[in-house]
Each structure stands twice: as C-alpha cells, then as structure tokens.
Nanobody
Framework: QVHVVESGGGSVQAGDSLRLSCAAS????????MGWFRQAPGKERDFVAA????????YYAASVKGRFTISRDNAKNTVYLQMNSLKPEDMAVYYC???????????????????????WGQGTQVTVSS
C-alpha cells in the first residue's frame, strides 16, 4: 500500500509562485512514475505534469509549460511542483499520483491519463486571485 500526501497549497496573487510537495510512503518510490493533476470546480481532473522513474523525463500540459517545473528527490521520496507566474485559471485542487506499475505506454502518452495512476493523494487547494 502506497500513501501519497500533498502539501504546499495556499492563496496567492496572480504572478506569485508556490511550490507543492508530494511525499509517498509504503513502497519503492524510485521505481514509480509520478504525476500532478488538477481539478477546478465543476470540471474534470486534468493533467498538469509528470516525471518518469527511469530517466527523470518530464512532461507538461501546454497551459503550464514554461511556468511550472516538476522534479523529484528519490532520497526523500518526494516529488515537487514549482509553480511560477500563477494565473487565476491555475486555481484548482492539485492532486499528486503514483504509477506503481510503469510500462512503455507511459512514454507514448499514457503519463497524462488518470487511469494509469493507482495511488492518489487527498489534494491541496491552490487559490489565485487577480
């Protein structure tokens, strides 16, 4: 059983930065692909960023590319999402997720599918005011 916990959300002004953290315990963190998703009220859960286990490759949604950075520290079993130049449209609950059974389809685009992630955190709220 893998336990995933997000932290670092909060209320900021447009243009500010936040860093989200996601700690995973109960498994072999270094072998997991990790992803960040977000969900605004009344909307679906959308892909934000992902980082693979083998090469540290990163992937981003077009809406955040150039502003957000995903990284991982395997020694701390933690993945981060650095969010810069935040916009009101970034406001959502942000979820961290672990893909504990990675396969080649991840590199073909599966990293953005919620279905491949089998452990999720409870979410952390990010509020951005204009």
């Amino acid at each position: 059983q893998v336990h995933v916990v997000e932290s670092g959300g909060g209320s900021v002004q447009a243009g500010d930065s936040l860093r989200l953290s996601c700690a995973a315990s109960g498994g072999t963190f270094g072998s997991y692909n990790m992803g960040w998703f977000r969900q605004a009220p009344g909307k679906e859960r959308d892909f934000v960023a992902a980082i693979d286990a083998n090469y540290g490759r990163t992937y981003y949604a077009a809406s955040v590319k150039g502003r957000f950075t995903i990284s991982r520290d395997n020694a701390k079993n933690t993945v981060y999402l650095q969010m810069n130049s935040l916009k009101p449209e970034d406001m959502a609950v942000y979820y961290c997720a672990a893909d504990t059974s990675p396969n080649y389809r991840y590199y073909l685009g599966d990293y953005q599918r919620t279905a491949i992630y089998d452990y999720w955190g409870q979410g952390t709220q990010v509020t951005v005011s204009s």
